[in-house]
């Protein structure tokens, strides 16, 4: 609401401190990762401006130490992995739950929404004394498992909103047309609906890689991930390549970011919703 | 469609209409569940199975049963009023050597030691002890290794370890305990810790959820009013922060606030303090960086929904004659409601179970709930003690949750 001619100075006063204050906020939101990225290329391990010079070398570090490069590589295999279970697992069940035959839909989606709301710390205790019970503590695929039933739910999410709008005519005219349902389901459904999977993923993908509270529970340092390295980087003594580490992590969150409002206009593109 | 077939109930390929529709209907709603399945499977045996044994874990010790079953048996006879009889005495000598023998001396006085603290030592020397004892009598022979043994107290506590369900954990979580005399008490005054937990993290949950709303609501009525093209590039100011992982915005906020980081040297070098602040490992540290986490999410759902309302209707208000104030009270605050209720009560509930801000920028007195249960899991090997902590925030936390669905709406949950 912009300001009229109308108004009264009180309001006039008003509006400007609205602005001001909307201002403020919206710099205590930036302003930590601004600050902070910069400093990551401080030749000096401090965290002061002005800075005493520029250099690379904690990235050199970041990139070239195998502390670093191990928990890099740990963090993308079990991301990588949990996109796929997730991925898979969760647009079939958006498939289903879109379905207007379907039962009980607000109860199962409660259920299958359910390990995004319940508190972290609760689902790694959980499943650390039911990996201890089954013997799948510190391995590989207790990470894996665990990070799935954290990233499932966003891809349901992001599924079933594509599904919203989507026109179900357009898989019975595919079907009248001839097309049995695995085809119409390929050659229809699936390029519809593809924008939705890939962000879904992405933010499965996100979402295992920047988890760090059932890593710490159920992973050995065989496992470690990088958010792992970097909690107990932060817990001992905050060194400049974690500022490093968080700057690279940052840069890849804006690149999915990004690729997510891409695909979300695409997509809306496709249904032919045009929003203003 | 279905309804009209109903009427004409004609049939069909010999067989009624009704009854084809309805074995339609039904392979249609197999057909969902068969694709929902995988996941809800998945789901259940990897993620409500663990919480629901966590959740048993609360309630539930065998310790002694399975470690002491000889005592446990024999005690059963026992009507609880003076010391036990020389049976139960030779059955515990039998459990205590055998247990020393098997090594497993060390998780019965662990699981004394939780009620009564400072008997651990105690029993394991006693089991030491008592696997070198001649035969018979008893009794005497234990009390005079152990002074514990001619406690009644400690025998009203292995009585109790007779049932494997004990009430001791959750107990113990809202600082009771049992007396003597199986009686519930309150625990003595050392003991009281976490009522003092609960009050806190509850404390600073609403702190924090009134914060963002004080701080969020004017930005979102300001991103919502302002036309698309310039609210598209302010929202990247709010979408990028809560899209940046949890871990790296504690990250920026440590090395905002240490001692001699970014803040405390600004405000020096601007002469408006003489000496860095205090403002990490304490209070301030820990509501600054959980109210930037959270503002996101408070924010946007209250955003979406004051897009949806027309500012005709305040136009209409201020045409009628009501003043700025009154008519953004009367007509525009209550619109907004369901959106300030969908994003409170979603930092609410994710605040409670907050567990890595706190961990990292608070001090020792602003650890929340979810730091005690991450500690009894993890350093004191206290699994019903953990258990019973993290019952008690799941409860909470599944009923916030609840009143959620009920309120906005599951359907309802976005990610910006």
């Known amino acids: 609401m912009a300001a009229s001619v109308y108004t009264s100075p009180l309001e006039k006063g008003w509006y400007y401190l609205h602005r001001l204050l909307c201002g403020a906020v919206l710099l205590f939101l930036i302003a930590p990762i601004l600050v902070v990225v910069p400093l990551s290329f401080n030749s000096v391990p401090f965290f002061t401006y002005p800075m005493a010079g520029l250099s690379l070398r904690w990235y050199e570090e970041f990139f070239l130490t195998d502390r670093w490069q191990g928990a890099l590589h740990n963090s993308i295999f079990v991301a990588v992995c949990v996109t796929v279970l997730s991925t898979v697992l969760g647009t079939l069940a958006a498939l289903g739950l879109s379905r207007p035959s379907f039962p009980w839909r607000t109860a199962v989606m409660s259920v299958l929404i359910s390990p995004i709301i319940v508190p972290v710390v609760i689902t790694a205790v959980g499943v650390y004394f039911f990996y201890a019970d089954v013997g799948l503590l510190n391995t590989f695929a207790a990470l894996i498992l665990a990070h799935t039933t954290l990233a499932t739910p966003f891809v349901i999410i992001t599924v079933t909103a594509t599904l919203a709008g989507f026109d179900h005519s357009l898989t019975r005219a595919a079907a009248g047309l001839g097309a049995p349902p695995v085809t119409a389901f390929f050659k229809v459904t699936l390029p519809l609906i593809l924008p939705g999977m890939i962000s879904g993923a992405l933010f499965a993908f996100l979402t295992s890689f920047d988890e760090v509270v059932v890593a710490l529970f159920v992973a050995s340092p065989e496992q470690r991930t990088l958010p792992r390295v970097m909690f107990s980087g932060i817990r001992e003594e905050i060194s400049p390549t974690i500022i490093a580490a968080a700057t690279v992590l940052i840069l890849f969150s804006i690149a999915v970011l990004i690729t997510v409002e891409l695909l979300r206009r695409r997509s809306e593109r496709l249904r032919g919703i045009r929003d203003l | ?416």
């Open chain 2, 1 to 416: 469609m279905s309804t009209t077939a109903i009427q004409i109930g004609s049939t069909f390929e010999g067989m009624p209409l009704r009854l084809k529709l309805k074995r339609i209907e039904r392979r249609q709603k197999f057909k969902a569940l068969i694709l929902v399945l995988p996941l809800l499977l998945f789901i259940l045996v990897a993620f409500v199975l663990p919480i629901g044994r966590m959740l048993f874990n609360a309630i539930h010790d065998d310790t002694l049963l399975t470690l002491a079953p000889h005592t446990m048996t024999a005690l059963r006879g026992w009507d609880g009023k003076d010391l036990p009889g020389e049976a139960v005495y030779a059955a515990l000598a039998g459990d205590l050597k055998k247990s020393w023998a098997q090594k497993t001396a060390a998780s019965i006085g662990k699981r004394i030691n939780y009620e009564l603290p400072g008997s651990l030592s105690e029993v394991i020397s006693s089991a030491r002890k008592a696997s070198v004892l001649p035969a018979g009598p008893y009794k005497e022979a234990l009390i005079k290794i152990s002074p514990l043994w001619g406690r009644h107290d400690v025998w009203s506590l292995l009585k109790r370890g007779t049932s494997a369900y004990t009430g001791y954990y959750l107990l113990r979580s809202v600082d009771y305990e049992y007396g003597p005399d199986s009686q519930i008490v309150a625990s003595p005054p050392e003991n009281r810790i976490f009522r003092d937990v609960f009050l806190r993290t509850l404390g600073i949950s609403i702190g924090v959820t009134a914060i963002t709303l004080l701080l969020g609501f004017p930005v979102a009525y300001l991103l919502a009013t302002l036309p698309r093209k310039s609210s598209n590039l302010l929202m990247i100011l709010v979408v990028l922060p809560f899209w940046t992982s949890v871990l790296i915005r504690t990250t920026a906020w440590v090395v905002l606030l240490q001692q001699h980081g970014v803040v405390n040297d600004t405000l020096m070098a601007l002469h408006v303090i003489s000496q860095p602040a205090e403002l990490i490992y304490n209070r301030i540290g820990t509501i600054v960086a959980m109210t930037h986490i959270q503002l996101p999410i408070t924010l946007l759902p209250i955003y979406s929904v004051m897009r949806t309302i027309s500012p005709s209707y305040v136009r209409a208000a201020r045409s009628l004659g009501a003043g700025p104030f009154y008519a953004f009270w009367k007509v525009y605050w209550p619109l907004t409601l369901p959106g300030i209720a969908a994003g409170c009560l979603m930092t609410f509930i994710l605040c409670l179970g907050y567990y890595i801000t706190p961990a990292l920028v608070g001090g020792p007195a602003d650890q929340m709930i979810s730091s005690f249960v991450a500690h009894y899991t993890n350093e004191e090997l206290n699994w019903g003690m953990a258990s019973a902590l993290g019952a008690i925030l799941l409860t909470v936390t599944l009923l916030l949750y609840y009143s959620f669905s009920k309120l906005v709406g599951v359907d309802r949950v976005k990610m910006g």
